[in-house]
Every structure is written in C-alpha cells, then in structure tokens.
C-alpha cells in the first residue's frame, strides 16, 4: 500500500508562485508514474501535470510554461512547481500515483492518491 503526503499549498496573491511537495512511503516509488490533478468547487477533476517513472513530463495546456513537475527518487517525492499564478489556477490540489511507469491522461489508471492540499490565488 502507498500513502502520499501533500504540502505547500495557501494562499497566494496573482503573479505568485507556491511549490507542492508530494511524500510517498510504503511502495515502490521510482516505478510508479506520478500525477498532479485539481478540483475546483463545482468542477470536475483534471490532470494538471504527470511525470513517467523514467521522468517524462505532461502538462496540461492551460498550465505549460507556468508549472513545472519534477521527482526526487531518491527522496521519492515528487514535486510542482507553480509559477504566474492566476485566480483560476485555485482548487485542492492532489498528487497520485499509477502502477505502469507510463503517466496517463485519466485519473481512473492512478491506484493511490493523497488527501489534498488547498491552492488559492487572490486576485
């Protein structure tokens, strides 16, 4: 079984920048893909950023050039970092992780998620 921990999300005024961490413990971690997603209030779920095992990344086009995904394996953390922030970039923020080392588009292939951490952008 894998628990993922996140943290650094808040508040943050437009134009800012905030850097999610995702901990993973009890699994394998270099061989799984990782993803981030977001849920606004009313909104379905949606991949933000992905990363294969072999480091690949995916950004979804809203968020290119702005947000940067990135994992430690060593550490087996994986990371997001957001930059130029804007007000529709606020929702809770989830990391999960797939049992194929190849990311995918869906939440449906992500077997482990965490429990979230708010992202709010002012404006």
């Known amino acids: 079984q894998v628990q993922l921990v996140e943290s650094g999300g808040g508040l943050v005024q437009t134009g800012g920048s905030l850097r999610l961490s995702c901990a993973a413990s009890g699994g394998t971690f270099r061989t799984y893909a990782m993803g981030w997603f977001r849920q606004a209030p009313g909104k379905q779920r949606e991949l933000v950023a992905a990363?294969?095992?072999?480091?690949?990344?995916y950004y979804r086009i809203p968020v290119r050039g702005r947000f940067t995904i990135s994992r430690d394996n060593g550490k087996n953390t994986v990371y997001l970092q957001m930059n130029t922030l804007k007000p529709e970039d606020t929702a809770v923020y989830y990391c999960?992780?797939?049992?194929?080392?190849?990311?995918?588009?869906?939440?449906?292939?992500?077997?482990?998620w965490g429990q979230g951490t708010q992202v709010t952008v002012s404006s």
């Open positions: 999960a992780a797939g049992g194929s080392g190849s990311y995918s588009l869906y939440s449906k292939d992500y077997y482990y």
């Open positions: 990363i294969s095992s072999g480091g690949s990344p």
